[in-house]
């Protein structure tokens, strides 16, 4: 079957009571056992929902992996996948990702064991000399958050295979529609549900999907014990916001495309970060990676005084943290997502005080143009 096919079907058979064609809220926190030592597949809610399984389904099919397991977070998705690990092992990373994930590997897992190096992964040279003994995973995030930049997948992949290293892929910026790293070698896919694949704005929730029974049965054991499941309602809203999946990207990428080019003409723009630009020094390797390049944009205005005055100004376009909705989304890196990171960190790959994200949404896109025209004025 085709994603737009998928993303309604997959995982979706009408309810086996009533023939319910969505899948129904089941809001319940135990089950009846029939008799003592025999149940019908569900004991309790944490660890068995058919809400909750409807949709863990549903995603694993669209990432072209073997199992779906959803939490209440895209940071507890990650912090469960984390969990494979033992203390002493040696992860590789990606050294521009979502601050939340760094805050994660740097503030907490450190303390635990777990020793991280922070790479240029756009650089398969750079992963491949920053392989140890110990090393047991490799952690990517593409493109990156927020500076767009493109890591190789397919050959990322090739840089460890066979000694025993895991990759891991943060697919939230592009969703399953237009990239799948599973199908170019991954062995673990995660997801922010609450971004593009959730869609509206309304829920928060994560996805870790693996490809084999064993890791399955890993994050499956992990989620049951850590308990970081995602809630019967936010199964539902998100199984109902992927049904839409396909024409929403779709309408992402087309206003995104027509949105960077319109940002890189003006005057006052200092740079536009969009691998859908033919001069994003990546842009040949994203159109044979991905199928389109979303709706994610970042760009430099030159200071934090001309952020500001920007940012104040816009109407249309709505302030705030997060991605992925309906809603055209804007944003402040350093002192918003990235705050986690270090100045020099920050400073090292760009992200300034006069950078700005947007996650253009799927509005009019002269009216998001209007907006950003009369925010630009201020400059």
Partial sequence: MGIATDCIHAGQEP???TGAVTVPIFQTSTYVQPELGRHKGFEYARTQN???????????????????HCFA??????????????????VIAGENMYGG?????????RRFGLEFTYVDTSN????????????????????????MTITDIAASVAAVKGRGILTVVDNTFMSPYFQRPIELGADVVVHSTTKYLNGHSDSVGGVVVTTTDEL????????NAAGAILSPFDSFLVTRGVKTLAVRMRQHDENGREIAAWLAKQPKIVK?????????????LAKRQMSGFGGMISFELGSYEKAKAFLDKVRLCSLGESLGGVETLISHPVSMTHGSVPVETREKLGITPGLVRISVGIEDVDDLKADLANAIAAL
Avoid: W
Avoid at 101 to 109: A, G, M, N, T, Y
Avoid at 130 to 147: D, G, S
């Fill in 15 to 17: 309810e086996e009571v």
């Fill in 216 to 223: 399955g049965q890993k994050i499956g054991f992990l989620q």
């Fill in 73 to 90: 977070s895209g940071m507890a998705a990650i912090d469960c996948t984390m969990r494979l690990l033992d203390g002493g092992d040696h």
């Fill in 101 to 109: 994930s760094f805050r994660l590997f740097d503030k907490v897992l």
């Fill in 50 to 68: 058919p809400t909750r399984f409807a949709l863990e389904r549903n995603l694993a099919a669209l990432e072209k992996g073997k199992h779906g």
């Fill in 124 to 147: 398969v040279d750079a992963i491949r000399a920053a392989i140890r003994p110990a090393t047991k995973m490799l952690y990517l995030e593409t493109p990156t958050n927020p500076m």
């Fill in 272 to 284: 536009v970060y969009y691998p859908g630009l033919p001069e994003h020094p990546q842009h040949e």
